[in-house]
């Protein structure tokens, strides 16, 4: 049974910093891509960012280049996403998502469509 458990989230001030973790088991995780979604009440889950089993192949949203960072400990089946600078606009609901698309998630890895499974989600709330 694959399970993918996000935790981390909270509450921020505008400017401050959170690091959120996805803790995976059932997967054969260091051949396995990872990827960072989010979804703001009534919008739809947007990419953040992603990386493949090895972490050699690396992708970020444009709204999260240079304040995120996406990175991976292939030794504890664990993803995470490190967040500095945060903004009123990052406040989401972050969910960690794993992909079982092989070659496709290296011309897709933006799309929800390359990740089957799911966690359930860790919220962010920024404080201005």
């Known amino acids: 049974q694959v399970q993918l458990v996000e935790s981390g989230g909270g509450l921020v001030q505008a400017g401050g910093s959170l690091r959120l973790s996805c803790a995976v088991s059932?997967?054969?995780?260091?051949?396995?891509?990872m990827g960072w979604f989010r979804q703001a009440p009534g919008k739809e889950r947007k990419f953040v960012a992603a990386?493949?089993?090895?972490?050699?192949?690396?992708e970020y949203a444009d709204f999260a280049e240079g304040r995120f960072t996406i990175s991976r400990d292939n030794g504890k089946d664990t993803v995470y996403l490190q967040m500095e600078d945060l903004k009123s606009e990052d406040a989401a609901d972050y969910y960690c998502?794993?992909?079982?698309?092989?070659?496709?998630?290296?011309?897709?890895?933006?799309?929800?469509?390359?990740?089957?499974?799911w966690g359930q989600g860790t919220q962010v709330t920024v404080s201005s």
């Open positions: 998502a794993a992909s079982d698309s092989g070659s496709s998630w290296y011309t897709n890895r933006q799309s929800v469509r390359v990740y089957r499974y």
């Open positions: 059932g997967l054969r995780f260091g051949s396995t891509a």
């Open positions: 990386l493949n089993g090895a972490a050699t192949v690396i």
